[in-house]
């Protein structure tokens, strides 16, 4: 019997999960997405799971993971739920010294290097595209000051939300998040909807790309020869080992020259034969040495 969304009396009356139960789920989690929820956490997955099964109709966690293992409606089924299991807190311009990085020290010193033609990056765990629509519009108004240089631009922009990369492809965002975009990058790059809602301008849509993708995947990418990785707040939620494995593979989909950007604090101590810190006080990023 299906229970009614808002029904809490209902919702409430789901058996509680216990330690091996978190276990199970936890575990099932970090083989299919690579992100790890401590015990700490547990409320958070007990909740999100809770209120999917309350909108399936499931009443006991053992019966949920079964169908989630059913195959081909469980592979649908599970498309929605790590929609709920993973975080999409995003903003335009959120960490400023990254993109300052990139516009002003490692952009100019690529186009003088002769580096010229295509550059393509990508936006790893790019949730609902704020991140990737920021990166666009950074490199779009920083190329065309290099009125010698002829350099063309692409952003690949991945997650594993279907729902999250909906609202990326549209480019459609609430008014709230009007005041994220500097001023300058607004007048040039939005355009406002009605009170309510603004969109980003359909010419640096269609630079961005949005496809799924597992960051688990990594060494099966089919992107090749990156000049750009922006991958910010995504390895946190993985364990400490993986993120080694990850940041090596990603090391490997660089071009000589190309930039490795991460959250700063993400990482501590990593270091790869191919990469070189950039030395900046405010953002963490590599370049790909050879």
């Known amino acids: 019997m299906a229970l009614a969304i ?54 006991r966690f053992d019966d949920y993971y079964r169908d989630l293992h059913k195959v081909p409606e469980g592979a649908i089924e599970w498309t929605t739920l790590v929609d709920r299991l993973t975080v999409h807190e995003t903003h335009f311009f959120r ?10 020290e490692w952009l100019p010193r690529l186009v003088k290097s002769g580096s010229q033609g295509a550059l393509h990056a990508w936006s790893v765990g790019c949730s609902t595209g704020e991140e990737a629509y920021t990166l666009a519009m950074v490199l779009d108004r920083h190329v065309s000051a290099f009125n010698d240089a ?29 005041g994220e975009i500097p001023p300058d990058y607004r007048e040039r790059y939005a355009e406002e909807i009605d009170a309510d809602s603004f969109q980003i301008k359909e010419t640096l849509r269609k630079r961005v790309g949005f496809a799924q993708f597992n960051l688990l995947d990594v060494a099966r990418a089919p992107l090749k020869r990156l000049d750009l990785i922006f991958c910010q707040n995504v390895l946190i939620y993985f364990a400490r080992d993986r ?25 501590t101590s990593f270091a790869h034969p191919t990469l070189s810190r950039v030395p900046h006080r405010q953002a963490l990023a590599f370049l790909r040495n050879r």
């Not at 993120?243 to 990482?267: C, H, I, T």
Request: proline content about 8%.
């Open 150 to 178: 002829r350099v063309y631009f692409g952003v690949t922009a991945t997650d594993v939300s279907q729902p999250a990369l909906s609202v990326g492809r549209s480019g459609l965002y609430p008014r709230t998040k009007f």
């Open 243 to 267: 993120r080694r494995e990850l940041l090596g593979a990603l090391a490997g989909l660089l071009k000589p020259g190309g930039l490795l950007v991460l959250g700063a604090g993400e990482v």
């Open 6 to 59: 808002g029904n809490w009396s209902a919702l409430s009356a789901l058996p509680g999960m216990d330690d091996a139960e978190f276990a199970r789920w936890a575990d099932m989690l970090e083989r299919r997405t690579g992100v790890v929820v401590p015990p700490a956490r547990k409320p958070f997955l007990v909740t999100a799971v809770r209120g999917r099964m309350r909108e399936t109709g499931h009443e």
């Open 95 to 104: 960490h400023p010294p990254s993109f300052d990085l990139i516009a002003n």
